[in-house]
């Protein structure tokens, strides 16, 4: 609480890595920050090519604070969308964190035994100065064996144990030398992301801080926005038809790495589940009354029977599905910030017909914090629908991640619209987030 944050003075890439279920690997540069500024990766120095995708830049995968191995660009790519923007990404290869540490396992030398620490020389002889070392004593000679007499019985053959060859080691495959990269500048002062070997190190240290069972503990978010019509916290499983994706992190000056997960029990992620869900249906009832003609100005009407009284007084309530409630700490201060993304419908009214349009689909995402009393602060609601968005675009959650690298985590959401997507980056500050990053979306 009294200790400065020690921000990376960069430079420092973030990236999106997409695993697809054949292992392929691809990586989306997504901001770059250079002196306490983000600029979009895409186009920062790309003079040819974006300075985040130079060839043997190495990015650590990182899922929740959790290093999960190295990606190391081998070839950029680019295209022509539809609007005539250039949009980049880099081919590369991947490494698991488990790989990276059997190999570095099997690379460590063993121990060498000291010469002559086995040597028995006998017991110890004192000498003088300038006495040359005594030859050690010669073998008697081996005593002269007479024949044998013509009626001995000839001596039972004796298999002579022969040495077995020493089993060498098995070879494993060598790591390929990474070659510098033709691209990067001759000038020294340029600054350079984690190049080559580099990120081995860090990703073989970072495994070590985190415990392995930190990985499948709430909060985890799922590959794609199409997921499982449950609210769990605790499912860290993704489809395996379907591509992964994981935010990547490129820093000279990497800095440790926590766990951002918010340790639960069951009963309290259930009371989470019931006051997200309450709050993201007054959500959804007030963006159905915006688009309801005069359904902002209506007021309601007083009742006169207590049947009438009884149906006014009970809101209407959405139906959800592909609900998804996330709960991280990212400060590591055990106070959890929630995440909800959802879809919901309303119900139709009792003469047969949907209260704003048959078939409007909501798609909603909700940011909270929890105070110490149990009180829900809401930071962030985006409701939008099917029709509307290319107005409101819609924000789906990739993870929390450690943008500036200070030790704090930010949320990094992808904004869809109807005809493009792009990348912003939030910092939750008390009960507001304040965009460190907005990507462009495309016209």
């Known amino acids: 609480m009294g200790h400065a944050a020690k921000t990376s003075k960069g430079p420092r890439a973030l990236g999106l890595l997409e695993l697809g279920p054949n292992g392929n690997a691809r990586l989306i540069p997504i901001a770059i920050l250079i002196d306490g500024k983000y600029y979009d990766a895409s186009a920062y120095k790309a003079a040819p090519v974006p300075m985040a995708l130079w060839s043997d830049t190495v990015y650590e995968g990182i899922r929740t604070g959790v290093s999960l191995g190295l990606f190391t660009v081998t070839a950029p790519q680019q295209r022509k969308d539809e609007s005539g923007a250039t949009v980049w990404w880099a081919d590369g290869r991947?490494?698991?964190?488990?790989?990276?540490k059997a190999m570095a396992a099997k690379k460590r030398p063993a121990p060498s035994t000291p010469r002559g620490i086995n040597d028995d020389e006998g017991p110890p002889v004192l000498r003088r100065a300038g006495a040359e070392k005594p030859k050690p004593p010669e073998a008697p000679p081996a005593p002269t064996t007479q024949p044998a007499p013509a009626i001995a019985p000839a001596p039972t053959p004796t298999a002579t144990p022969t040495a077995a060859p020493a089993a060498s080691g098995s070879s494993s495959p060598a790591t390929p030398p990474q070659s510098q990269d033709d691209q990067a500048p001759a000038d020294k002062d340029r600054p350079t992301l984690k190049r080559g070997q580099a990120g081995a190190i860090s990703a073989e240290e970072a495994q070590k801080k985190v415990s392995t069972s930190a990985s499948v503990k709430a909060g985890t978010p799922a590959a794609s926005p199409t997921s499982t019509p449950t609210t769990s916290a605790s499912s860290g499983a993704q489809p395996a038809n379907q591509d992964q994706l994981i935010p990547a992190i490129s820093d000279p000056h990497p800095s440790d790495s926590l766990p951002y997960n918010y340790k639960m029990t069951a009963q309290e992620e259930e009371q989470f589940r019931k006051k997200m869900l309450a709050m993201a249906a007054d959500e959804i009832r007030a963006r159905a009354a915006q688009l309801t003609p005069?359904?902002?100005?209506?007021?309601p009407v007083q009742a006169s029977s207590p049947r009438s009284k009884a149906t006014a007084a009970k809101p209407v309530q959405p139906t959800f599905e592909d609900v998804q409630l996330y709960v991280f700490d990212l400060a590591d201060i055990n106070e959890p910030e929630l995440v909800l993304t959802a879809k919901a419908r309303m119900p139709q009214s009792s003469h047969g017909k949907d209260s704003t349009n048959p078939g409007l689909q909501y798609m909603i995402t909700l940011v909270a914090r929890d105070d110490v009393n149990g009180e829900l602060h809401k930071s962030l609601a985006n409701v939008t629908d099917t029709q509307h968005l290319d107005v409101i675009?819609?924000?789906?959650?990739?993870?929390?991640v450690d943008v500036d690298g200070d030790g704090r985590a930010e949320l990094l959401f992808r904004e869809v619209s109807d005809t493009s997507s792009a990348f912003v980056v939030y910092r939750v500050i008390g009960n507001q987030l304040y965009p460190l990053f907005q990507g462009s979306l495309g016209e």
């Open 393 to 400: 675009p819609r924000l789906d959650l990739i993870d929390a």
């Open 94 to 100: 991947w490494q698991t964190a488990d790989s990276i």
């Open 294 to 299: 005069g359904g902002a100005a209506a007021k």
